[in-house]
């Protein structure tokens, strides 16, 4: 069974930085290209970074573009996602996620971690 | 950034009841649209995908049509397990969005 772990959600003051992990188990990491998602406390989904299966390749939300890193390491199985500068606006859970599709062109986000909170305050 | 909308915001319905949610895009993204359901607590998982493909497991209630800007989520049949939260998102192009989501409660 597919399964992915996130990891290392925290209280933050604001202008400290955060590192998220992703673990993935049960299938090959690197055929899979990745998402960070998030959602504010009672708010709906943002679409925050995502990031090739070979990890050339990445995307930003234009919020977090220049805050936010993604990367992997396919050898460990694990994505993730250094955040600096974090904000108060920063404050929600973060979910990774599976991106279906390939070659650059990705149709939906298939199988979800459970989600990993981080407070900025 | 291509922005995304639906309706409605929420909507009360019993089981049983067929329910539609619909979901527009601010610029034509073909069939790059996927739906999730999100319950209280939980992650969203995966519906559809293509705008009409039900993924692998989803009951057949379940399913979507259109394509350009405007998109329709189907639910035949309303079950108990079916209350939650419904989001629609583009993957024409990053940045991907989200609609704002559409609660469905009794």
């Known amino acids: 069974e597919v399964q992915l772990l996130e990891s290392g959600g925290n209280l933050v003051l604001p202008g400290g930085s955060l590192r998220l992990s992703c673990v993935l188990s049960g299938f090959t990491f690197s055929r899979y290209a990745m998402s960070w998602v998030r959602q504010a406390p009672g708010k709906g989904l943002e679409w925050v970074s995502g990031?090739?299966?070979?990890?050339?390749?990445?995307y930003y939300a234009d919020s977090v573009k220049g805050q936010f890193t993604i990367s992997r390491d396919n050898s460990k199985n694990t994505l993730f996602l250094q955040m600096n500068s974090l904000r108060a606006e920063d404050t929600a859970v973060y979910y990774c996620?599976?991106?279906?599709?390939?070659?650059?062109?990705?149709?939906?986000?298939?199988?979800w971690g459970q989600g990993t909170t981080v407070i900025v305050s | 950034d291509i922005q995304m909308t639906q309706s409605p915001s929420s909507v009360s319905a019993s089981v049983g009841d067929r329910v539609t949610i619909t979901c527009r895009a601010s610029?034509?993204?073909?069939?790059?649209l996927a739906w999730y359901q999100q319950k209280p607590g939980k992650a969203p998982t995966l519906l559809i995908y293509s705008a009409s493909s039900l993924r692998g497991g989803v009951p057949s209630r379940f399913s979507g049509s259109g394509s350009e800007t405007d998109f329709t989520l189907t639910i035949s049949g309303l079950q108990p397990e079916d209350f939650a939260t419904y989001y629609c998102q583009q993957a024409k192009s990053f940045p991907f969005t989200f609609g704002p989501g559409t609660k469905v409660d009794i």
């Open positions: 996620a599976t991106m279906m599709g390939g070659g650059g062109y990705y149709y939906a986000m298939g199988v």
């Open positions: 990031i090739s299966g070979s990890g050339d390749t990445t």
């Open positions: 610029q034509v993204i073909g069939s790059w």
